[in-house]
C-alpha cells in the first residue's frame, strides 16, 4: 500500500504574481540551455532559477547554483512571492492538449524501498543526475517538482470525485509553451481527502517519470535524518520522509505513452551504418509494415520495417521484456553487436534518444541513423514493473510533461550554512541527464 498524505504547499503569491505563465517551468531534464536561458529572462520569479540555476565563471563551492538557489527561494519567501497554503491540501491537477485530458492528484508521498514492492520503478538510473539532484534538495530543503506516478483504478473513482463536479475554488489556469492548458486547484475538504487517502491505500505507485529525484529524495531523508538526530524516529513521521508526487490513473483515456526514438549522429570506431545493417541481418529482416518490429532509416534514405528473424537468439533477454523493441535492440544491436550498453553509446555522444519526431527529421537531414521505435502500451509497463523488472532506459514518455512551479514541498532548510562544502557534499559540477 502506498501512504499519501495533504500538505501545505508552498506557492507563488497571486497578489505579487499575477503572470503564472512567466514564472512556471518545464522539469529540469527537458530544459535546453536556450530554454534555460531564455526562463531566467522570462522572469526574476521564474522557478528555473531554482530547479536549473545558471552556472556563473566565477562560482566555488561556496558560491554556486546550488548555493543560489537557497537563497533565491528564502528571498521569495521571506518577501511573500512564495507563500505556504494555510492548511494542508492534495491537489487536482488536470492537463488538456489534442483533445485529450490527463487528470490527477499531487500529495506527499511517504518514500519507501523498492523491496517493499510498494513503490515501483520501471527503469535504471544514472549517478550524475542524483548528485546534482541531491545537491539542490540539500541546498534549498524543498521538493521543487513533483515525480510522476502511476496507480490502477479501472472504476475511476478520483476522477468522478475531483473532475466530474465543479470546483470548490477557482481553478489556477495556465498554458505551457507547448500551447498544454492546466488547471490545477487546492482540495481540503475533509471527506475528499479521506476518499482520496482510502482510494490510494491500496494500490501500489509506478514511477513513471522522476526516477532520479525520487532516489534523491531517499538520500535525502537519510542524511537530513542524520544531520537532525533523528535516525530513531518512526517512520513516517518525519516531513523528510516524504516527497511530492503527482497520481494519474493507468485506466485514463488521457494517460498517453509516446516512444523515445534512438539516434545515432556518429558510430563507434570502425563501423559505419552500413557495416551495421549487414551485422544485424544475421538477428532482422525486412518486413512489412504490419509486421515491423522497429524502423531505420538512415540520412534521407527510406524507412525500412524489421523484423526479428526465426533463428534470432533471445536466450539473454528476460521473456517479459521480449515484446519490446528497445530491449530488443538494445540486447542484439548495441551490446550484441557493437558491445556497448545504450547508455556507453549515449555518453559518448554516438547515441541520442530523442522524443520530438521533427527533432529525429532534422537529424536526418545531418545524415543521422535512426532507430525509429514504438511506444510501449501502459498496460505493458504495469506487468513488467509488477514481475519485477525493469525497461531499458528511455522506453517511455510521457505526455504532457508536469510543471514546475504550481506547488513546492518545503521541509525547511537546515541550520548550517548552505555555503560550507561539507553541508552541500557535492562538488558544483555535478551534472544533470
Known amino acids: ?179 498544454v492548458f492546466h488547471r490545477f486547484w487546492p482540495v481540503i475538504d475533509a471527506q475528499q481527502v479521506d476518499a482520496i487517502q482510502t482510494l490510494l491505500a491500496d494500490k501500489a505507485a509506478l514511477i513513471a517519470d522522476g526516477h532520479h529525484r525520487y532516489e534523491t529524495a531517499v538520500a535525502y531523508s537519510q542524511w537530513r535524518r542524520e544531520q537532525d538526530g533523528q535516525q530513531g524516529a518512526p517512520k513516517g513521521s518525519l516531513p523528510c520522509d516524504y516527497t511530492m508526487a503527482f497520481f494519474t490513473n493507468m485506466a485514463d483515456e488521457g494517460l498517453k505513452v509516446y516512444p523515445t526514438h534512438r539516434v545515432f549522429d556518429s558510430l563507434p570506431q570502425g563501423w559505419t551504418a552500413e557495416s551495421l545493417l549487414q551485422a544485424m541481418a544475421e538477428s532482422f529482416e525486412p518486413v512489412s509494415e504490419e509486421k515491423a518490429l522497429f524502423w531505420v532509416q538512415h540520412g534521407t534514405g527510406p524507412k525500412q520495417a524489421f523484423g526479428l528473424k526465426a533463428s534470432a537468439d533471445l536466450s539473454g533477454i528476460p521473456e517479459a521484456l521480449r515484446p519490446l523493441d528497445v530491449a530488443i535492440l538494445d540486447a542484439l544491436v548495441f551490446q550484441g553487436i557493437l558491445k556497448q550498453a545504450a547508455n556507453e553509446l549515449k555518453q559518448q555522444g554516438h547515441l541520442h534518444f530523442v522524443r520530438d519526431e521533427q527533432e529525429v527529421l532534422d537529424s536526418l537531414k545531418q545524415g543521422a541513423l535512426v532507430f525509429w521505435v514504438h511506444a510501449p502500451d501502459v498496460d505493458e509497463v504495469r506487468r513488467i514493473c509488477e514481475s519485477g523488472l525493469r525497461m531499458p532506459q528511455k522506453s517511455t514518455y510521457f505526455y504532457p510533461k508536469l510543471l514546475s512551479g504550481l506547488v513546492m514541498y518545503y521541509y525547511g532548510t537546515h541550520p548550517l550554512a548552505p555555503g560550507q562544502a561539507s553541508w552541500l557534499q557535492s562538488k558544483t559540477g555535478a551534472g544533470r541527464a
Open 1 to 179: 500500500m502506498v501512504h499519501i498524505r495533504p500538505f501545505p504547499g508552498l506557492r507563488y503569491n497571486p497578489q505579487q504574481v499575477t503572470d503564472m505563465e512567466a514564472v512556471v517551468a518545464p522539469p529540469y531534464d527537458v530544459i535546453s540551455a536556450a530554454e534555460q536561458q531564455a526562463l531566467h529572462e522570462k522572469s526574476p520569479y521564474n522557478v528555473v532559477r531554482l530547479i536549473l540555476g545558471l552556472k556563473q565563471p566565477s562560482d566555488s563551492e561556496s558560491q554556486n547554483v546550488y548555493t543560489r538557489a537557497h537563497e533565491t527561494l528564502e528571498a521569495w519567501r521571506e518577501a511573500g512571492v512564495l507563500t505556504a497554503e494555510s492548511q494542508p491540501a492534495f491537489y487536482a491537477y488536470s492537463q488538456q492538449w489534442d483533445g485529450l485530458e490527463r487528470r490527477g492528484i499531487i500529495a506527499a508521498m511517504q518514500l519507501e524501498d523498492y523491496e517493499s514492492g510498494q513503490v515501483l520503478p520501471h527503469e535504471y538510473t544514472l549517478g550524475g543526475p542524483k548528485a546534482d539532484r541531491l545537491a539542490l534538495m540539500k541546498a534549498t530543503g524543498t521538493v521543487l517538482s513533483p515525480i510522476f506516478c502511476l496507480y490502477h483504478d479501472p472504476e475511476k473513482r478520483l476522477e468522478a470525485m475531483l473532475f466530474e463536479v465543479p470546483p470548490a475554488v477557482k481553478p489556477l489556469e495556465v498554458y505551457d509553451h507547448d500551447r
